[in-house]
């Protein structure tokens, strides 16, 4: 056979039986949940700021990150609600590569599935018991939602992921907001196709059940750049696309039209010191346009305690990224409060 069976992996029963919510925290989390919401469907005129690192590598670096972003999101909260990044699960072109906390605890260390699921919720509920911020992920594996459906007030959706039929309909069983990413092609309507599918009930097998779902009409789109056949980075953060986004939005059969710019990956080229540059512009044309900023409701940032990127090693630098590039602390704290002075 070409599968070899480890171990049989732990229930989602079995481990939020071992690391649980508090009544508070479940209460807590849905208060975000709604806050978040209000934002996506208009009926809160806040910013949705989702920030933090790259990767979610080290839960001590991460926390210490994350109780700084607090301080940060009480001072700015009536006009930007702050939802960290928690990514426990990293995407990979080729397959090769760290793959997140949620497969690989220790990045120096073989993975171990079984301690990376109890990683994973190791950290969200840390962030919630000390910061009071319930955070985003990624959604890279659909089986993994129950494991974390009661931790996360904001899911994303990758560029690889996106055009996945399981990965739509999964989406349509959540009760959070979810973003969509364009493609790594950059087609709108794919991206715009799956907050449809997402959007509307499905019929399907998961999590070894079969399972009917109401849709998520929470469910919007993530512009997060392209690439092109030659390889390029290929923004779509600008006016013009922005306002193609709206028009094509308004023919689709969907409800609640939003779209969070996420400010690195194809629209930086991933030269993280442009998200600064880019989130100015997308605060700009909000201003500019009453479509854009009817439609824009946040931005998405990649930021750590250290600027940049490192190797993964036996000497990692505490608080830089070991994937992506990140903006540093102090220029994401800058930034946060000059979005909270222009929205």
């Known amino acids: 056979m070409s ?3 480890i171990r049989p992996m732990p229930t989602p029963e079995e481990v939020a039986k071992e690391l649980p919510l508090t009544k ?11 806050e978040v919401a209000n934002i ?14 790259c990767s979610a ?20 909260k009536d006009r930007v609600l702050i939802v960290p990044r928690i990514y426990t699960n990293k995407p990979r072109t080729t397959g090769e590569g760290y793959k997140g906390i949620a497969s690989q605890p220790d990045p120096t260390k073989a993975p171990d599935m079984v301690e990376g699921l109890m990683a994973m919720r190791h950290m969200h509920i840390r962030s919630i018991k000390e910061t009071g911020l319930t955070a985003a992920d990624e ?6 939602w129950p494991y974390v459906e009661d931790l996360l007030s904001y899911v994303a959706i990758g560029a690889r992921s996106v055009e996945d039929q399981y990965h739509r309909l999964t989406v349509s069983g959540f009760d959070v907001a979810s973003g969509m990413k364009n493609p790594t092609s950059g087609d709108f309507s794919v991206m715009l196709n799956s907050v449809y599918a997402a959007q509307h009930p499905h019929h399907f097998a998961f999590s070894g059940y079969e399972v009917e ?12 750049g392209a690439v092109s056949k030659h390889g390029n980075s290929v923004q779509n ?16 059969d969907v409800v609640n039209p939003a779209a969070v710019v996420d400010a690195n990956h194809s629209n930086s080229g991933k030269d993280y010191i442009q998200q600064v540059r880019i989130v100015e512009e997308v605060l700009h044309n909000r201003k500019h ?19 940049g990127n490192q190797k993964i090693s036996d000497h990692q630098t505490y608080g830089q990224s070991i994937t992506d590039a990140c903006l540093g602390w102090t220029e994401s704290e800058r930034l946060v409060y000059e979005i909270a002075d222009k929205v």
Request: glycine content about 4%; hydrophobic content about 40%.
């Open 289 to 307: 346009s009453d479509e854009i900023r009817s439609l824009v409701k946040g931005v998405m940032i990649e930021s750590y305690l250290i600027a």
């Open 3 to 5: 599968f070899k069976y």
């Open 24 to 34: 508070e925290e479940k209460a807590l989390k849905a208060k975000r949940d709604r």
């Open 139 to 144: 959604m890279l594996y659909p089986g993994n």
């Open 213 to 224: 779902t109401t849709g998520n009409p929470l469910t919007h789109t993530i512009l997060r």
């Open 57 to 76: 590598d080290n839960e001590d670096a991460v926390l210490e990150y994350i109780s700084r972003l607090a301080v940060v999101a009480e001072k700015v």
């Open 237 to 252: 953060y600008h006016y013009e696309d922005l306002i193609r986004l709206y028009e094509m939005y308004e023919k689709m």
């Open 40 to 53: 996506i469907t208009g009926a809160d005129d806040r910013f949705l700021v989702i920030i933090g690192p």
